[in-house]
């Protein structure tokens, strides 16, 4: 564990746990008016074997008592879904340590497009380690918009590792915000297999209390004229602690790739902490790539200013807070979805109601 | 000529330093143990607190693990065993009193590196050390500095004349069990420059050093300790170059600075140990730990670098912001070609209020080279308006070549401003268009866009190691205008 | 002197990457005209600049192309800028962390080097560049700023021309100078132009607009339309242009 891909999250704690499991899982997934053709079935149905192990280490308790199900998600060639898919995933009624292992496979044909939301929520649960696999195929130009909702109890584990093959001209595009949760770690690898495959990864984490959340990111450039641009917006409060480790690679030969990274944080109080580690691992010549970060506070001017016009301040800090996390979800196309993640965002402010009052 | 043809005439330039002087020499037998370290502490007739230092260094690397696992650089595993861990060049019993004792096939050495050591014939403003293999043979102007109190001397003499100095302040900056290399270096480290500036005094001249390595398969351990007391100013330069074999050679030298209120300590370094040849062969391997604390108020240190030389480069010069008030910067230019890996950066970490850092990094990458640039800054709980700016760029050269970006910032106080930027690109072709256009052949257009991309780091360099630098880069002087 | 042949294009055609841009193309430029190459977006009117002074990427197919007494195509890009062929850059590109100044003196001297002449020392060529920096209405700071390193549009421009007036080629082809500018600037710009109006130089304008032409009267007007010139004239047809657009062609 002591590797530098864990130097700043520490789950020590939960690989020495004894763990119940469960055995049925029944996500709800939620979709209308699917196009013939489209698969939605448990994987054991699937013919498709899981071929991607998690990444994370396992409770020397559980080890061969892992029992991993899921789902398979199907969209064939040239179908264009027009409705989002959501996967509500609730942990509930758990009382003892938990482990909730399970995995998505999901297969977009050429030309196909599809939205899929992946909720996280918990419900009377405490202590729960929810280890999800994400595998993503996308064959050559499809395009997939993944949008994760993480709102898992403060008490629990939260491990999350989504690999993501993309074909040529495919396009994938990802949000993640992270609201809740006490360990979070989620890691996002994208590669990027073909020429002019893109992907964009989006993502904003909500920190507070004493939360830890961990996002690693890694972007592998391995053909010519693949283009790549992540951002990632924090806000850490009261002793919280973030964490953003965001790797672009590029291949040797992958030329004329253009990719671009931005990590900004907001630190909202003494105690809190934020780790932030872009990274740039470049084997080509012919590239145009850039990456930055950065970690502040709200801008004192910007509150006098708003404090002179008669505004309490604590409303003026959560303005300018509600601000520089809004700007993220302006990336998200589909309106239904930037309505359900600006709720969420909303929900993380203590009286949300006169800040929602003052909203559009 | 080519585009690609022409990068590697301007960076093909053949190492100019690798010459091999013939001295009689005495040197240790290959191999390490505490009865080795006995040895050269006799030899050096060390008082037994240095002794017990180099031991308990000496203890803790056997439990330490060489760096393999972190830093992006390769390469086989070194025989700590097969090396000899001293070599002088042979001379009269109490050591050269003045110049005209030293060997003249030595004095002949520095001349050929462009460092005469007769002071008359030296550039008035610039006192030297020269450090060959493992002694200081000469050191420059020692009495024009002690009429204004400054000390600067070999730090085997130090140790004999200034143990005070030397108790409270070795190993302060970098413990002996730091780090692998560092605790190796503590425990053989066989000479080196030690200065101190007393409370108040603007150094007069700029102070040097010149570190050639000569004798084969030995490792050159070289410490360095400045302290710049309260109110005092010293701007410090190091050189470095070693004759061309085809074994690699281990360089592992420990810089420690120390800045007391109000002082400040300009460090720069031109580092142009032999690189290896066009295939990979040979070279030094450089693993050096620099490391400066700012313990007073308002006081600063500045390290200034350009990496040329070296197979392999391992430093990470860094700051200690502990005084309130105290300000870091950290200026790089690293430079890859052939076969040749770099893995330097900084640390700066914000332990007093009001502390600022400036990190302005840039690597050309040629050839087959790596160059990677690896940087911490480190906000603790306490220091309150911490404030970094970092930026970071990269050129890329050849289709073979890599570069290499990974910052670490660790944030835990939130009245912090941390902003970091980087880029990574290629020469770029519309720019060598546009210079060719204008009439410029490639060579020049290529050397006028490197230099612009050095230029924010030269311009740190003093005057007399700029002209050097701009050199090793293969680039004219630019600035003549105007 | 006026009528000594300058350019001698024939039957030029030529690629960018795979695809075929300019195709046919024949032109004639004499000593002491001006010509104005006119044309829609797409036309080949850039290529034709990029193809004629060097530019990677850009390919002679077919044709000859005779730059005073030399073959133009066996020359380098350098070369051809020795012998005086100056390109302006409807871009221009910046350099960072190369002075103005400095970049100006290194090309003035190549140049002049090429020629056998002496260079200019530090001294005399800030003089003289002051001289045309003020001509040029230009600020002596931009001098020492990086080359065209945060430059305005108009900045950009005027730097162009800058160059144009130390290097005093031959043959300039000025690709759309007079784009982005407004018409203070534009008039500045021609007053530069017509400065180089000489016997022994031939000036070729790129551009898409006619109004650059009511401050640099041309001696010729050609149409480029589909990588080839389907019209010339005299100013005359400029205005014409300006009526009826270039739909009609």
Redesign the interface.
Known sequence: MKTETWKYTNIKKWLERDYQTIDSYAPIIDYNELPEGVIICPLADASKQADIPSPYPLPQALEGKLKEQGFFIYIPKNVVLKNPIYITDIAAQLDDPTVLPARFQILLEENSVATIVHKFEANDANHYWRRQVTEINLAPNAQLNYYQDQNEAPTSLHTHYIAVQQGRDSQFNSFTLDNGGGIVRTDLHTKLHDVNATCHLNGLYLVKNKQHVDNHTIIEHLAPHTQSSEHYKGIVADQARAVFNGRIYVAPHAQKVVSEQHNENLLLSKQAEIDTKPELEIYADDVQCAHGATVGQLDRDAIFYMTTRGIDEELAKQLLTYGFAHEMLNSISHDEIRALFNTQLLTWFSNNQELEDLLP | MTRNASIKKVLAQDYQHGFVTDIESDTFAPGLNEDVIRRLSAIKNEPEFMLEWRLKAYRHWLLLEEPHHWANIKYPNIDYQALAYYSAPKIKKDGPKSLDEVDPELLRTYEKLGIPLYERERLAGVAVDAVFDSVSVATTFKDKLAEKGVIFCPFSEAVHKHPDLIKQYLGSVVPTGDNFFAALNSAVFSDGSFVYIPPGVRCPMELSTYFRINAANTGQFERTLIIADRDSYVSYLEGCTAPMRDENQLHAAVVELIALDNAQIKYSTVQNWYPGDAEGKGGIYNFVTKRGACRGVNSKISWTQVETGSAITWKYPSVILQGDNSIGEFYSVALTNHYQQADTGTKMIHIGKNTSSTIIAKGISAGYGQNTYRGLVKVMAGADNARNYTQCDSLLMSDHCGAHTFPYIEVKNNTAQIEHEATTSRI????L??????????E?AVS??V??????VMKELPMEFAVEAQKLLGVSL????? | MIGEKMLTIKNLAATVGDKIILHDLNLTVKAGEVHAIMGPNGSGKSTLGNVL????GYTATAGTVEFLDHNLFAL???E???KGL??S?QY????????N???L????N??RK?RGDEPYD?MD??KLIKEKAKFLHMDEGF??R?VNKGFSGGEKKRNEIL?LLL?EPKLAILDEIDSGLDIDALKIISDGINQLRRSDRAIILVTHYQRLLDHVIPDYVHVLSKGKIVKSGGPELAKELEQTGYAGL
């Open positions: 770029s072709e519309d720019q268009f546009f210079c060719l256009q204008r009439g410029l052949s490639m020049d006028m866009i230099n612009g991309f050095c230029k924010e630019e600035g003549s205008v105007g | 002074a060097g530019r990677e380098s890009t350098e051809r800028a020795r100056f390109l850059f221009p590109i910046e350099i960072p962390g190369v002075t100044i400095y970049f003196r290194a090309a003035v190549a140049v090429s530090a060529f800030i001098l020492y990086d160059q290097l």
